[in-house]
C-alpha cells in the first residue's frame, strides 16, 4: 500500500513537472524568454549606435512578435521625444529597422501629433455620433512620397503641424442607412464641428458601416480643401461615386 502511494505521489509529482514545463514552454512561445529580450536590447543597441552615430541610442524595451518570431527593440536617443525608432532581432541577428521611415521620414513625429490630435478632437466626435457608435480615429495619411517640409522632431501640437504632418481623420461608423446622402450629411456635419473649434484636418477618410450587413458600405477619402468646396448635395455625388483620393491629389 505505502508503494503504491508513493508511485503515484511520484507520478503525480512528475505530472505537475511536466504540466509546467509545458506552461513555460509555451509561454515563451509567445512571450519570448527575459534572456534573449535582454540580449536582443544589447544587440539592437549595439548595432544602433555603430550604424546611426549621429546620436547615443539607448534600447528601452524589448517585445517579442509571435507571429515573425522575432524580437522587436524600442530605442530613443532620450533627447528628443521624436527620435525614436525600432530594431527587429531573430536569432540574435538584425533583421530590419525603422530608422529611415521614423526619423528621416518623421513618422516618429507624424504619429505622436495624431495621438494628441485625436485625443483633442475625440469628445467632439463621441458628441456628434455617440461615444460607443463610432471607431473613428486619427492618423496620418498614406503619401506615395511622404512630405518632410515644416516638419521638425520635437515640435508642438498646433495646426500649422497637423496640416505639416499630413494628418487624416478617419470618420467611421455604423448606421442604419449607408446611402450617400447619410454620409454627406454626416461629413458635413463633423467639419463644421471641428471648424467652429478651431480644428481643420486637411484629409477626411468617410467609413459608413450598415447595421445589416446584407446592406453595401461606403467609404471615401477628401481632402479639407474639396470638402469645403462641396456643398452638401455635391459631396453626396462625390461620395456615390467614391472616387479614390488618388484622382483628388494636390
Not at 79 to 91: A, K
Not at 119 to 142: A, V
Not at 179 to 189: N, R, S, Y
Request: with cysteine.
Amino acid at each position: 500500500m505505502t508503494k503504491k502511494r508513493l508511485a503515484l505521489k511520484i507520478t503525480a509529482g512528475v505530472g505537475a513537472l511536466l504540466l509546467i514545463m509545458f506552461c513555460a514552454f509555451a509561454a515563451m512561445s509567445f512571450l519570448g524568454n527575459p534572456l534573449s529580450a535582454w540580449l536582443s536590447k544589447n544587440t539592437a543597441q549595439s548595432y544602433a549606435n555603430k550604424t546611426y552615430p549621429a546620436r547615443s541610442w539607448t534600447a528601452e524595451e524589448s517585445n517579442y512578435n509571435f507571429k515573425w518570431g522575432a524580437y522587436v527593440v524600442r530605442l530613443s536617443s532620450g533627447e528628443n521625444i521624436d527620435e525614436r525608432f525600432t530594431v527587429e532581432v531573430r536569432g540574435g541577428e538584425i533583421v530590419s529597422d525603422t530608422y529611415q521611415e521614423d526619423i528621416v521620414e518623421y513618422g516618429a513625429v507624424r504619429w505622436r501629433i495624431a495621438e494628441e490630435y485625436d485625443k483633442e478632437i475625440r469628445p467632439l466626435l463621441d458628441q456628434i455620433m455617440g461615444k460607443e457608435n463610432h471607431t473613428s480615429y486619427i492618423s496620418p495619411h498614406f503619401f506615395e512620397t511622404v512630405p518632410t517640409e515644416g516638419i521638425t522632431h520635437g515640435m508642438a501640437l498646433s495646426e500649422q503641424a497637423v496640416n505639416s504632418c499630413g494628418i487624416e481623420l478617419m470618420v467611421r461608423t455604423t448606421v442604419s442607412s449607408s446611402d450617400a446622402k447619410t454620409g454627406a450629411a454626416l461629413l458635413k456635419q463633423v467639419q463644421k464641428t471641428l471648424q467652429a473649434n478651431a480644428y481643420q484636418p486637411p484629409y477626411y477618410y468617410l467609413v459608413l458601416e450598415p447595421e445589416n450587413p446584407q446592406d453595401k458600405g461606403l467609404s471615401a477619402q477628401i481632402s479639407r480643401e474639396e470638402l469645403e468646396k462641396l456643398d452638401e448635395a455635391a459631396l453626396a455625388e462625390f461620395l456615390e461615386n467614391a472616387n479614390p483620393f488618388a484622382d483628388t491629389k494636390e
